[in-house]
C-alpha cells in the first residue's frame, strides 16, 4: 500500500464525496448564521459564540505568522480550498493577493458570498479543483484534509500542488491523531501528513501546534463525550454543549466561559515556547519544488 495512504483507508464506513457535500450543507444551514462570522459553521458545531472565537483566535495566531513568512506580489492569484464561510480566502485578499475560495458545500460557499461579498467563491471540491495546473502563487486549505478519508487525501495534496506554481507556498492547517478518528474524521501523525505532501513534490518550511489541550477544549471535550453517551452519534446540526437555554447549559456556559478565559495566556505560552508540543492541530508551510 502506498505510504500517502493510512491503513484504515480501507475501512468500512469511510465518508464519500455526496455524503461530506451533504454534510457541510446541513452544517452551514444549521449554523452558518449562529455568529456574524460564521465560526459554529466551521469550527465547533453550534458551541457557544465565546468558545468559537478562541478556536478561531487560537488557528489564527498560527496561520498567521506561517503567512508572514511566504513571499508574494500584491495581486498574486490564491486560492482557499474548503473556505467554508470564507474566513481565510478573506484574509488572503486582504493581505493583497487575488483570492478566490472553493468549497464542496453550495450553502457554505452561500454564506461565504454574503460576509465578503468582493471576494470570488464558487463550488468545487478539494480533490478537483477548475484551475490550470501551476497558476497559483499562494493556496491555503485550513481544517479542511482530515475530514476527507485517508484515499481522497491523497487526491486532494495532489491537486493542491498541480495547481500551486514552481516556488509557491501552500498552508494547510489538520488535526493530529493524538484523539480518536470518527466518521468525519480522518487525521494523521505529523510525520505522517509531512510524508504525503512530500510525495506530491510540497516539501515542508515550518510546522506550528494550535489548539493545544487547555482548560477550554478539555472541557468541552469531556462535555461532548457525555452528550453523546447521552444522544448517541451526533449528526452535522447537533448543537454543542452549553447551547441550550436549561439551568445545566447556563451553568456550564459559566464554567467554560472562565476555562476560555484561562486558556488565552496559556495557548499563547505554548504556541511560543513549545509549538512542537502536544498540540491537537498542525499548521504548516510547504513549498512547490
Request: proline share 7%; aromatic share 8%.
Amino acid at each position: 500500500m502506498p505510504s500517502s495512504i493510512a491503513p484504515e483507508a480501507t475501512r468500512a464506513g469511510a465518508t464519500g464525496p455526496r455524503e461530506l457535500a451533504k454534510f457541510w450543507d446541513d452544517r452551514a444551514r444549521a449554523f452558518g448564521r449562529s455568529d456574524p462570522e460564521g465560526w459554529s459553521a466551521v469550527c465547533h458545531r453550534g458551541a457557544p459564540v465565546y468558545f468559537n472565537r478562541f478556536i478561531d483566535w487560537s488557528q489564527r495566531r498560527a496561520i498567521d505568522r506561517l503567512l508572514h513568512r511566504v513571499s508574494f506580489e500584491p495581486g498574486d492569484p490564491a486560492v482557499d480550498v474548503g473556505c467554508g464561510t470564507g474566513r481565510w480566502t478573506k484574509e488572503l485578499a486582504v493581505r493583497g493577493l487575488a483570492a478566490r475560495g472553493f468549497d464542496v458545500s453550495p450553502a457554505m460557499v452561500e454564506r461565504a458570498r454574503e460576509l465578503a461579498p468582493g471576494v470570488e467563491f464558487e463550488v468545487a471540491s478539494a480533490t478537483e479543483l477548475p484551475l490550470p495546473s501551476a497558476s497559483q502563487s499562494v493556496v491555503t486549505c485550513v481544517t479542511v484534509l482530515h475530514h476527507l478519508s485517508y484515499d481522497q487525501q491523497a487526491e486532494a495534496v495532489s491537486e493542491l500542488s498541480r495547481v500551486l506554481a514552481p516556488g509557491g507556498s501552500c498552508i494547510a492547517a489538520v488535526l493530529l491523531n493524538r484523539l480518536p478518528s470518527g466518521k468525519w474524521c480522518y487525521p494523521r501523525s505529523k510525520r505522517g501528513w509531512e510524508g504525503l505532501f512530500r510525495e506530491h513534490g510540497l516539501r515542508a518550511v515550518t510546522h506550528r501546534g494550535e489548539e493545544f489541550p487547555t482548560p477550554a477544549l478539555l472541557l468541552q471535550w469531556a462535555a461532548g463525550a457525555l452528550a453523546a453517551l447521552r444522544r448517541g452519534a451526533s449528526t452535522a446540526s447537533t448543537t454543542g454543549a452549553g447551547s441550550g437555554t436549561g439551568i445545566g447549559s447556563a451553568a456550564y456556559r459559566a464554567l467554560h466561559r472562565t476555562a476560555v478565559l484561562a486558556s488565552y495566556p496559556l495557548e499563547s505560552i505554548f504556541s511560543a515556547l513549545w509549538p512542537g508540543g502536544p498540540a491537537t492541530g498542525l499548521a504548516s508551510l510547504y513549498v512547490k519544488e
